[in-house]
Antibody
Framework: EVQLVESGGGLVQPGGSLRLSCAASGFTFSSYAMHWVRQAPGKGLEYVSAISSNGGSTYYANSVKGRFTISRDNSKNTLYLQMGSLRAEDMAVYYC??????????????WGQGTMVTVSS | QSVLTQPPSVSGAPGQRVTISCTGSSSNIGAGYDVHWYQQLPGTAPKLLIYGNSNRPSGVPDRFSGSKSGTSASLAITGLQAEDEADYYCQSYDSSLSGEDVVFGGGTKLTVL
């Protein structure tokens, strides 16, 4: 079964750091670009970051640039999001998603269940 | 304020047809970028519903269809069912000085009456 499972969310103080993980299974992880998308409580989807299949290229939304770092370990089939200088507005459910590449016109065809990040003192 | 504009809510009775619009501009949908649609059932993760403007992934009922024209796209749902009650999001790309940004619509809540 093709699956993405996020972990690492939790409660963190403003200014703190947290690392999210996304474990992939059921497909050749190293062949796909991957993304992080977040959703604040009661709000819509917000794009966060992307990384190419080999990790050589990354992208960040302006709202997280300079504070978040996306990375991947293809030997462990795992995607990461290192979050720093966290703010109240970063509080959200964070989803990892697979880029369907040419098969889906680069739509996000597989999503994880999400992990909640709470930023509060 | 989302780059792609969706109505906050739509509703319809079982069996009816509803449409959800996604309005962009010349820098995103109008520039030729594909539009994708996601369905988010209550308390769950988003799921790909339509990709490449009008294509359905395997397993998505043909009651769901997508179209694109000019700077807008639409999602149509026919034969509305109670299980279709969910939030729906459009997604595309926007051309910026830094390249291409992934953009989402603000989402539309579908209520089945």
């Amino acid at each position: 079964e093709v699956q993405l499972v996020e972990s690492g969310g939790g409660l963190v103080q403003p200014g703190g750091s947290l690392r999210l993980s996304c474990a992939a299974s059921g497909f050749t992880f190293s062949s796909y670009a991957m993304h992080w998308v977040r959703q604040a409580p009661g709000k819509g989807l917000e794009y966060v970051s992307a990384i190419s299949s080999n990790g050589g290229s990354t992208y960040y939304a302006n709202s997280v640039k300079g504070r978040f770092t996306i990375s991947r370990d293809n030997s462990k089939n795992t995607l990461y999001l290192q979050m720093g200088s966290l703010r109240a507005e970063d509080m959200a459910v964070y989803y990892c998603a697979r880029d369907g590449e040419m098969a889906t016109g680069e739509a996000f065809d597989i999503w994880g269940q999400g992990t909640m990040v709470t930023v509060s003192s | 304020q989302s780059v792609l504009t969706q109505p906050p809510s739509v509703s319809g009775a079982p069996g009816q047809r509803v449409t959800i619009s996604c309005t962009g501009s010349s820098s995103n949908i109008g520039a030729g970028y594909d539009v994708h649609w996601y369905q988010q059932l209550p308390g769950t993760a988003p799921k790909l519903l339509i990709y490449g403007n009008s294509n359905r992934p395997s397993g998505v009922p043909d009651r769901f269809s997508g179209s694109k024209s000019g700077t807008s796209a639409s999602l149509a749902i026919t034969g509305l069912q109670a299980e279709d009650e969910a939030d729906y999001y459009c997604q595309s790309y926007d051309s910026s000085l830094s390249g291409e940004d992934v953009v989402f619509g603000g989402g539309t809540k579908l209520t089945v009456l």
